[in-house]
Each structure stands twice: as C-alpha cells, then as structure tokens.
Nanobody
Framework: QVQLVESGGGLVQAGGSLRLSCVASGRTFSMYPMGWFRQAPGKEREFVAGISRTGASPNYAGSVKGRFTISRDNAKNTVYLQMNSLKPEDTAVYHC????????????????WGQGTQVTVSS
C-alpha cells in the first residue's frame, strides 16, 4: 500500500506562486505514474495533472494548463506541482495521487491519495 505525504501549501496573493511536494513510500515509486487532484469547499475532487513513470508526457486539466507544471524525481520518491499565476479559483485542498496502473494516468486511473495540503489564493 502506497503512502503519500504532501507539503508546500499556504496562503498566497493572486498572481503568486507555490510549489507543492509529495513524498511517496510503500511501493516502487518509479514504476507508477503520479498525479495531483484538488477539492474546493462544496465541490467534487477534480483532476489537476498527471505524469508518467519517467516524467515524460505530462497531462493537465484545461483550467491549469500553461500555469501549473508537474514533475517528479524518482531518486527522491517525490512528485512536485509548480503553480504559477495563481487565481482565487485555485483555492482548494491539493492531494497527491498514485496510479493503480504502471502505464495509465488519466483522471480515473488513480487509486490512492494523500491527506492533502491547503492552498488559499487571496484576491
């Protein structure tokens, strides 16, 4: 069973940046795609970004494309989410996620989530 621990959230003004980190343990990190989801108050959890085992071919939700960048460091068992040009509508709890499969990382492929880290963007 994979364990995921996020960090890096906080309060930032609109237009600012944050970098989230997620450390994974419990299974071979480099064998599985990883991703980020977010959940705002009163809304369903939504997919933000996914990345393959090697870090190639990331995919993004349309609402964050061009502003957020997902990356990973397999030597550190860590996946990152660099968030730039933040908007108030990006306010949410951000969850790291691990794919169930070794080669798929679409929104429905993830089966494990961390506890999350709060991101609040003020206007």
């Amino acid at each position: 069973q994979v364990q995921l621990v996020e960090s890096g959230g906080g309060l930032v003004q609109a237009g600012g940046s944050l970098r989230l980190s997620c450390v994974a343990s419990g299974r071979t990190f480099s064998m599985y795609p990883m991703g980020w989801f977010r959940q705002a108050p009163g809304k369903e959890r939504e997919f933000v970004a996914g990345i393959s085992r090697t870090g190639a071919s990331p995919n993004y939700a349309g609402s964050v494309k061009g502003r957020f960048t997902i990356s990973r460091d397999n030597a550190k068992n860590t996946v990152y989410l660099q968030m730039n040009s933040l908007k108030p509508e990006d306010t949410a709890v951000y969850h790291c996620a691990a794919s169930r499969w070794t080669n798929s990382y679409g929104p429905s492929d993830f089966g494990s989530w961390g506890q999350g880290t709060q991101v609040t963007v003020s206007s």
